[in-house]
């Protein structure tokens, strides 16, 4: 694994690469975190689907958003639109190390979010979405943290500790999977328990495809972080869909 630092001076992102081992697919992984709490209950689950990939032959790319983990900022300067724009410089970061022009994009919780909008917006270069668990919709997700509608229009709020930002809940009370991400990438809903019916996300792509275990939240590490099980496998279900 190799330490990445990118992005620009004013907004300095902090990454992880690991290359791929022999034989080379010649393909790279970018791997999007939840938010929040949930991002350090899933680290062990990402990583280690993360070196599944690379054990198959895959780049594979996994960052902190601007003000979370080791990257450069403050919570309070965490939105939506920001860690889609980190996820951009991710992308690039990913094909620059890697040697290449196309990108698988796994996205958990949040992370699904952000990843259906980057590969609406960079179509070309996003071939395959992994939607794991994904947040269906920013009400939705606000619902789930005990936000109500009148209190994302409000003030900064605090949940699980972690600080929720104006903006970013202003952003979130607006953002939806419907008409995402367009029609260029293979999609797969992956979920611990029950996967939600296309139709019902509104996704617009040219093959949806499920896997799912049953599981609910296999992701979230039970104990202290760096402790706990890994969704095996769930993981080997999305590595073999990518490879």
Request: charged fraction near 25%; proline fraction near 5%.
């Amino acid at each position: 694994m190799m330490p990445v630092h990118f992005g620009t001076r004013e907004r300095l992102l902090f990454g992880v690469y690991t290359p791929a081992a022999e034989p080379r697919k010649r393909r790279a992984v970018l791997l999007l975190n939840p938010w929040g709490f949930e991002a350090l209950r899933a680290h062990r689950s990402l990583k280690h689907l993360g070196d599944l990939l690379a054990r198959a032959g895959m780049d594979v790319f996994r960052f902190d958003y601007y003000g979370t983990g080791d990257s450069f900022g403050e919570a309070t300067e965490v939105t939506l639109s920001g860690c889609v724009e980190d996820a951009e410089w991710a992308l690039d970061e990913v094909l620059r190390l890697a040697s290449v022009n196309k990108a698988s994009v796994i996205g958990l919780r949040f992370g699904g979010l952000v990843a259906a909008r980057l590969a609406g917006r960079r179509p070309r270069q996003v071939n395959q979405l992994v939607l794991w668990d994904s947040v269906p919709s920013g009400p939705d997700y606000l619902a789930e943290l005990g936000i109500a509608d009148e209190e994302a229009s409000g003030e900064p709020l605090q949940r699980q500790g972690f600080e929720l930002s104006a903006a970013f809940l202003g952003e979130l009370a607006d953002a939806h999977l419907a008409g995402l991400p367009g029609t260029r990438a293979r999609v797969l809903l992956a979920g611990s328990g029950a996967v939600p019916e296309p139709e019902a996300l509104g996704l617009q792509a040219r093959q949806v495809e499920t896997v799912a275990v049953e599981a609910p939240r296999c992701w979230e590490e039970e104990r202290d972080f760096g402790a706990g099980a890994v969704p095996y496998e769930l993981s080997k279900g999305i590595a073999a869909w990518v490879t």
